[in-house]
């Protein structure tokens, strides 16, 4: 089952190639709709440094094999990742890698590189904020997972955030936006979500996204995440309009407040 259980870390050992990774933290990955069993075909994430400290492949030290359930093409998340990344919205890179297990070739995987802290220093200039894990299907609350930084100080950060952003006086509400979040770049991902039909993404479906609290800037960032049903594959059409149905709360706050979206332009 996806119980916690399932998806405890045991030692392996990775070769590519010539080359061999001994004592590789790895564990079964993937929510509803990627979950699979080690018999069958599972998404797997890899931790080169957890047990074998300053160990990398190509430079990283967590990386996360999907077998791409929703996405038969396997091409999806690297372009959009890229496409949002050349919009200035920070996402994990991803990439193709063919996998076998135990000797049982298990086909073409889509490769992603982990967020944590190595991955935020490429795009902050501090890694030391808190970063949220939104988790499957969930809006933003103080309770989130927190994947790096101080969970206390995370929860604290949240809940200022929400209550900010849920304040009844617009004026205050604009204020706090402008303050607490780094809007030119959410605006960014927006655009991108609607552009690419993401519509499991967070201003539409509140899934699959990260948020990070940037400590130099004291601002909230959304980092993308999990986009495979893409360009109205799967369950939407690829016309989608422009004023889709926005369900995250951040987004919604966001576009009630024309001044806020003039001011980025």
Known sequence: GMGDAA?????????????????????????AGSFEPIDARPALTLNFGKFSPGQKFHGLNKIHLNNSRQDSSLISEQLCRELFNAAGVPTPRATQARVSLNGRDLGVYVLVEGANKQFLRRHFKDDEGVLYDGGFCQELHPGLEVDSGDPKAGRALMQA???????????????????????????????????????????????????????????????PHGVDQMFGHRRSSAEMDINSGMNGLVTRQVLAIPELITAQM
């Open 161 to 223: 955030f929400i209550s900010a952003v849920q304040s009844p006086n617009r004026a205050q509400r604009q204020a706090a936006l402008r303050e607490m979040l780094d809007v030119d770049r959410f605006l960014s991902m927006v655009a991108m979500e609607i552009l690419t039909v993401h519509w499991d993404g967070y201003s539409m479906n509140r899934n699959n996204y990260r948020v990070y609290h940037d400590p130099s800037t004291r601002k909230f960032v959304f980092l």
């Open 7 to 31: 998806k405890e870390a045991v030692s392996a050992q990775v070769r590519e190639g010539d080359k061999v990774y001994t004592n590789v933290a790895i564990h079964l990955k993937g929510s």
